[in-house]
């Protein structure tokens, strides 16, 4: 559920409510009891998840292709060194 945040106009009492997106807005300001309360707008609290958005999907392909170029600006691939085979006289 959301919160909401309101503002009383005659005493200036802030308070945030939680509700459900159906409850009719709050009216009497719990301070002075006046019908006085207005809904203000702020920011949302909320983070959009799973697949489909820009975080998850798109996020980490400019790291790779710019990781990748870093490492072959070095010059030519160095290759993989090899473990030094045993032979039976190493035993």
Avoid: N
């Avoid at 945030?16 to 949302?44: M, N, T, W, Y």
């Avoid at 999907?57 to 010059?75: I, L, N, V, W």
Wanted: net charge positive; charged share 30%.
């Amino acid at each position: 559920m959301p919160i909401y945040e309101y503002k009383c106009s005659a005493c200036g009492h802030q308070l945030e409510a939680i509700q459900k997106f159906s409850d009719d807005p709050l009216l009497e300001c719990p301070e002075c009891g006046k019908p006085q309360l207005q809904k203000l707008i702020s920011s949302s609290a909320f983070q959009l998840k799973g697949t489909g958005w820009y975080v998850t999907d798109f996020r980490d392909r400019g790291k790779k292709a710019s990781g990748a170029k870093s490492e072959d600006t070095g010059g030519a691939k160095a290759a993989p060194e090899k473990a030094p085979k045993k032979t039976t006289a190493d035993s």
